[in-house]
């Protein structure tokens, strides 16, 4: 059974770059699926962020492409999250999920890790 | 790409049945079967309920069911149970290749 694991700081300081790993076990990320970041702030709803395929292919959220960096490890089985130049608005917990292919849904996900953007 | 639109809140007591709406456009909803829903209690990460707008993956009971007719896609949950208060999102491929979430439903059960 697939199940992700988030794994980073939990606290960046403004204009920094958040940094995170989803760590895949019970499968390979070499499997036919994409693998997403989804982030949702306090209070408020979600947010996808990006995808990636175990071939590097990626597709980001409009909104947030010029800051956005996902990338894959397929020897760690494992893909990461960069988010360049935060802010307070950045704050979230932050969510991997995995992408079925043949329906678009995200079927499998992280239990999520907090993130605040704070001096 | 702008949040796919949800009611804030739905409520009903146990044993009714409520639905909830989720309305995009034709470059998300309307162009595509690819719209899923996500329940999520308070405090847990969310988890996949329905799946190509009216699919419930194993394990889901069948009292959740889905919809969609035009830019307009539906949740409904019948035989309202205590453990279905939680807040629902709904989810669509776009054309642009990306995904967009609804701004999240509050269900509360009477």
């Known amino acids: 059974q697939v199940q992700l694991q988030e794994s980073g700081p939990g606290l960046v300081k403004p204009s920094g770059t958040l940094s995170l790993t989803c760590a895949v076990s019970?499968?390979?990320?070499?499997?036919?699926?994409?693998w997403s970041w989804v982030r949702q702030p306090p209070g408020k709803g979600l947010e996808w962020i990006g995808e990636?395929?175990?071939?590097?292919?990626?597709n980001y959220n409009p909104s947030l492409k010029s800051r956005v960096t996902i990338s894959v490890d397929k020897s760690k089985n494992q893909f990461s999250l960069k988010l360049s130049s935060v802010t307070a608005a950045d704050t979230a917990v932050y969510y991997c999920?995995?992408?079925?292919?043949?329906?678009?849904?995200?079927?499998?996900w992280g239990q999520g890790t907090m993130v605040t953007v704070s001096s | 790409q702008s949040a796919l639109t949800q009611p804030p809140s739905v409520s009903g007591s146990p044993g009714q049945s409520v639905t909830i709406s989720c309305t995009g456009t034709?470059?998300?909803?309307?162009?595509?079967?690819?719209v899923s829903w996500y329940q999520q209690p308070p405090g847990t990460a969310p988890k996949l309920m329905i799946y190509?707008?009216?699919n419930r993956p194993s394990g889901v009971p069948d009292r959740f069911s889905g919809s969609k007719s035009g830019n307009t896609a539906s949740l409904t949950i019948s035989g309202l149970q205590a453990e279905d208060e939680a807040d629902y999102y709904c989810?669509?491929?776009?054309?642009?290749?990306?995904?967009?979430f609804g701004g999240g439903t509050k269900l509360t059960v009477l």
């Open positions: 999920a995995r992408i079925v292919v043949s329906y678009d849904a995200f079927d499998i």
């Open positions: 019970g499968g390979s990320i070499s499997s036919s699926n994409w």
């Open positions: 990636i395929y175990h071939s590097g292919s990626t």
């Open positions: 034709s470059s998300d909803v309307g162009s595509y079967n690819r």
């Open positions: 190509e707008v009216s």
């Open positions: 989810s669509s491929y776009t054309s642009s290749s990306t995904y967009v």
